[in-house]
Protein backbone atom coordinates (compact mmCIF):
# COMPACT_ATOMS: atom_id res chain seq x y z
CA UNK A 1 0.00 0.00 0.00
CA UNK A 2 2.87 2.30 0.87
CA UNK A 3 4.31 1.54 -2.67
CA UNK A 4 0.77 2.85 -4.03
CA UNK A 5 0.82 5.96 -2.69
CA UNK A 6 5.05 6.58 -3.53
CA UNK A 7 3.91 6.02 -7.30
CA UNK A 8 0.82 8.00 -7.02
CA UNK A 9 2.66 10.88 -6.08
CA UNK A 10 5.20 10.68 -8.37
CA UNK A 11 2.61 10.50 -10.98
CA UNK A 12 1.09 13.74 -9.28
CA UNK A 13 4.36 15.36 -9.27
CA UNK A 14 5.11 13.96 -12.80
CA UNK A 15 1.77 15.74 -14.64
CA UNK A 16 2.40 19.24 -12.31
CA UNK A 17 5.87 18.92 -13.87
CA UNK A 18 4.68 18.43 -17.39
CA UNK A 19 1.92 21.08 -16.93
CA UNK A 20 3.91 24.00 -15.84
CA UNK A 21 6.15 23.26 -18.51
CA UNK A 22 3.87 22.86 -20.89
CA UNK A 23 2.27 25.92 -19.93
CA UNK A 24 5.32 27.96 -20.00
CA UNK A 25 7.03 27.08 -23.12
CA UNK A 26 3.57 26.43 -25.09
CA UNK A 27 2.96 28.19 -28.37
CA UNK A 28 -0.61 27.57 -28.12
CA UNK A 29 -1.81 30.83 -26.65
CA UNK A 30 -4.90 31.26 -23.50
CA UNK A 31 -7.10 33.67 -25.10
CA UNK A 32 -7.24 36.97 -22.65
CA UNK A 33 -10.41 38.21 -21.50
CA UNK A 34 -11.10 41.48 -23.75
CA UNK A 35 -12.22 44.20 -20.92
CA UNK A 36 -11.92 46.98 -23.00
CA UNK A 37 -11.35 48.33 -26.93
CA UNK A 38 -10.34 51.20 -28.58
CA UNK A 39 -10.34 49.94 -32.57
CA UNK A 40 -10.32 47.02 -34.47
CA UNK A 41 -9.94 46.92 -38.49
CA UNK A 42 -10.58 43.59 -40.16
CA UNK A 43 -9.80 44.04 -44.07
CA UNK A 44 -11.00 41.27 -46.05
CA UNK A 45 -9.28 40.65 -49.72
CA UNK A 46 -10.51 38.46 -52.16
CA UNK A 47 -10.66 38.06 -56.14
CA UNK A 48 -13.20 40.66 -56.77
CA UNK A 49 -13.77 42.70 -53.43
CA UNK A 50 -12.42 44.06 -51.05
CA UNK A 51 -13.55 45.08 -47.65
CA UNK A 52 -12.81 46.77 -44.53
CA UNK A 53 -14.81 46.29 -41.17
CA UNK A 54 -14.13 49.32 -38.58
CA UNK A 55 -15.38 48.62 -35.09
CA UNK A 56 -14.85 52.14 -32.81
CA UNK A 57 -16.02 51.83 -29.35
CA UNK A 58 -17.51 55.23 -28.14
CA UNK A 59 -18.05 54.61 -24.14
CA UNK A 60 -20.90 52.40 -23.99
CA UNK A 61 -22.16 52.10 -27.35
CA UNK A 62 -19.65 50.72 -30.30
CA UNK A 63 -20.19 51.44 -33.96
CA UNK A 64 -19.81 49.28 -36.56
CA UNK A 65 -18.73 50.84 -39.95
CA UNK A 66 -18.38 48.31 -43.58
CA UNK A 67 -16.76 49.97 -46.47
CA UNK A 68 -16.01 48.72 -49.99
CA UNK A 69 -12.78 49.47 -51.04
CA UNK A 70 -12.09 50.71 -54.66
CA UNK A 71 -9.08 51.54 -56.82
CA UNK A 72 -9.39 54.65 -58.34
CA UNK A 73 -7.49 57.59 -59.11
CA UNK A 74 -4.30 55.30 -58.07
CA UNK A 75 -5.55 54.56 -54.88
CA UNK A 76 -7.43 52.89 -52.40
CA UNK A 77 -11.02 54.62 -51.93
CA UNK A 78 -13.39 53.66 -49.23
CA UNK A 79 -17.37 54.12 -49.55
CA UNK A 80 -19.39 53.36 -46.18
CA UNK A 81 -22.16 50.16 -47.31
CA UNK A 82 -23.22 49.68 -44.06
CA UNK A 83 -23.01 50.92 -40.13
CA UNK A 84 -25.00 49.55 -36.94
CA UNK A 85 -24.44 50.74 -33.09
CA UNK A 86 -24.91 48.30 -30.79
CA UNK A 87 -24.24 47.98 -27.17
CA UNK A 88 -20.32 47.54 -26.47
CA UNK A 89 -21.14 44.90 -23.51
CA UNK A 90 -22.54 42.75 -27.05
CA UNK A 91 -19.50 43.35 -28.70
CA UNK A 92 -17.36 42.56 -25.77
CA UNK A 93 -18.79 39.40 -25.53
CA UNK A 94 -18.92 38.62 -29.19
CA UNK A 95 -14.75 39.22 -29.45
CA UNK A 96 -14.54 37.19 -26.02
CA UNK A 97 -16.53 34.45 -27.37
CA UNK A 98 -14.83 33.60 -30.00
CA UNK A 99 -11.34 33.98 -28.60
CA UNK A 100 -10.20 37.35 -30.42
CA UNK A 101 -7.09 38.00 -28.07
CA UNK A 102 -5.81 34.71 -29.07
CA UNK A 103 -5.34 35.62 -32.75
CA UNK A 104 -2.28 38.04 -31.95
CA UNK A 105 0.72 37.21 -33.90
CA UNK A 106 -1.01 34.65 -36.09
CA UNK A 107 0.01 34.43 -39.88
CA UNK A 108 -2.23 32.36 -41.60
CA UNK A 109 -0.34 30.56 -44.57
CA UNK A 110 -1.81 30.20 -47.83
CA UNK A 111 -2.17 26.49 -47.87
CA UNK A 112 -0.95 24.05 -50.69
CA UNK A 113 -3.12 23.39 -53.55
CA UNK A 114 -5.62 26.34 -52.69
CA UNK A 115 -5.46 28.41 -55.60
CA UNK A 116 -7.58 31.37 -54.50
CA UNK A 117 -9.58 32.85 -51.04
CA UNK A 118 -9.51 35.39 -48.89
CA UNK A 119 -6.95 37.19 -47.59
CA UNK A 120 -6.93 39.41 -44.11
CA UNK A 121 -5.45 41.74 -42.40
CA UNK A 122 -6.65 42.64 -38.30
CA UNK A 123 -5.73 45.02 -36.31
CA UNK A 124 -6.92 46.20 -33.14
CA UNK A 125 -6.05 48.35 -29.77
CA UNK A 126 -7.28 46.17 -26.49
CA UNK A 127 -7.50 46.58 -22.90
CA UNK A 128 -5.94 49.45 -22.64
CA UNK A 129 -3.19 50.15 -25.58
CA UNK A 130 -2.51 46.21 -25.79
CA UNK A 131 -1.91 45.64 -29.77
CA UNK A 132 -3.43 42.90 -31.88
CA UNK A 133 -2.31 42.12 -35.15
CA UNK A 134 -2.99 39.24 -37.05
CA UNK A 135 -3.25 38.25 -41.16
CA UNK A 136 -3.65 35.12 -43.34
CA UNK A 137 -4.70 34.46 -46.69
CA UNK A 138 -7.10 31.36 -47.02
CA UNK A 139 -6.28 30.25 -43.47
CA UNK A 140 -8.05 31.87 -40.52
CA UNK A 141 -7.50 31.70 -36.57
CA UNK A 142 -9.63 29.76 -34.59
CA UNK A 143 -13.62 31.74 -34.19
CA UNK A 144 -12.64 34.05 -37.27
CA UNK A 145 -15.73 32.82 -39.12
CA UNK A 146 -17.86 33.32 -36.81
CA UNK A 147 -16.93 36.66 -35.80
CA UNK A 148 -17.09 38.28 -39.08
CA UNK A 149 -20.56 36.18 -39.29
CA UNK A 150 -21.60 37.57 -36.13
CA UNK A 151 -20.45 41.22 -37.54
CA UNK A 152 -22.24 40.47 -40.85
CA UNK A 153 -25.82 40.02 -38.87
CA UNK A 154 -24.98 43.33 -36.57
CA UNK A 155 -25.02 45.14 -40.22
CA UNK A 156 -27.94 43.31 -41.63
CA UNK A 157 -30.35 43.90 -38.62
CA UNK A 158 -29.35 47.47 -38.06
Not at 65 to 94: C, H, P
Request: aromatic share 12%.
Amino acid sequence: MKNFFLILLLVIAIIGVVFIFLKKFSVVKVPEEIRSFETINLRISGMRVTQEYEILCRGGETEVLLYQIFYANGKDERRLEKSAVVKTEEMLETLNSCGFSGWNGFKGEHPKNVSDGDMFRLEAVINDSEKIYAEGSANFPKGYSEFVKKLNKLLNDN
